[in-house]
């Protein structure tokens, strides 16, 4: 059975940093966009970043403001997300997405989801 499993959430001071891992199994990531998205209490998820199939092509949303990287890595089907300088509101559950349009900024772009890390963020 195919899978999407996040990893590296975790709890970090105002400033730190943490990389965020998505781990595909069952299948590849194929010629697909893939995508972090956030939920945090009480809101909607929100898209944070995508890549396309190839990495060359990444896509962020305003909030991020350079400080998150996204990255893919085909050979192990696995995506990444290196963030830094993370604030109190950056705090939410932060999930995987796969078989994404490429520019997909909608969770309706992705047809394949994981179950979340948790980043919390103290100030």
């Known amino acids: 059975q195919a899978q999407l499993v996040e990893s590296g959430g975790g709890s970090v001071q105002a400033g730190g940093s943490l990389t965020l891992s998505c781990a595909r199994s069952?299948?590849?990531?194929?010629?697909?966009?893939t995508g972090w998205f956030r939920q945090a209490p009480g809101k909607q998820r929100e898209f944070v970043a995508g890549v396309n199939w190839t990495g060359s092509n990444r896509y962020y949303a305003d909030f991020v403001k350079g400080r998150f990287t996204i990255s893919r890595d085909n050979a192990k089907n696995t995506m990444y997300l290196q963030m830094n300088d993370l604030t109190p509101e950056d705090t939410a559950r932060y999930y995987c997405a796969a078989e994404g349009f490429e520019g997909g900024r909608s969770s309706t772009d992705y047809a394949s989801w994981g179950q979340g890390t948790q980043v919390t963020v103290s100030s």
């Open positions: 069952g299948r590849t990531f194929g010629t697909y966009a």
